[in-house]
């Protein structure tokens, strides 16, 4: 009868400590858990702060340039080029050269250029851009 309350103590001590241990363990996974769940948040905060900073530096680089522009247009030199580009003004003692919309469209930009530079060269490929470099 000794024999068996001491294994009847035995067992019970063994499943208490497996339940302790279970117990223990399934605390140990919801901290876990937790600590997972909030490294996961932070990341994502810390990844939303950062691309709205990015947003800010726009922002404030777009704020900058209308500031530049705004104080461009209040320029004299603006109010001059925009009077005489839509209004047809001019300087006293300049000329006015008026040109048919047909030969504006003919011309462009690298047209007008290109026909008075009298040593206009043809464009080199790029071996031949660096023979002429290395080769003189």
Same mark, same amino acid.
């Given at each position: 009868? !000794? @024999?068996?309350? +001491?294994? =009847?103590?035995?067992?019970?001590? @063994? ?6 241990? +279970? ?10 858990? /937790? ?5 996961? =948040? ?7 702060? !950062? ?6 530096? *726009?922002?404030?680089?777009? /704020?900058? =340039? ?28 300049? *000329?006015?050269?008026?040109?048919? &919309? ?9 047209? !007008? ?6 040593? !206009? @060269?043809?464009?080199?490929? &790029?071996?031949?851009?660096? *023979? ?5």
């Amino acid at each position: 009868m !000794a @024999k068996d309350s +001491a294994e =009847q103590i035995k067992r019970q001590r @063994k499943l208490r400590s497996q339940i302790l241990t +279970a117990i223990f363990a399934s605390i140990f996974v919801y901290m876990l858990v /937790g600590t997972i769940e909030a490294v996961w =948040q932070n990341y994502a905060i810390n990844k939303e702060v !950062a691309k709205l900073r990015a947003e800010i530096v *726009q922002l404030q680089e777009e /704020g900058r =340039q209308v500031k530049y522009l705004i104080a461009y247009l209040g320029t004299e030199s603006f109010k001059e080029r925009e009077a005489r580009r839509k209004l047809g003004y001019k300087k006293p003692g300049e *000329q006015v050269l008026a040109l048919p &919309n047909s030969i504006l469209e003919e011309l462009t930009p690298g047209q !007008a250029n290109d026909s008075t530079d009298p040593e !206009a @060269k043809p464009e080199l490929s &790029n071996p031949q851009k660096w *023979q002429e470099f290395i080769f003189g």
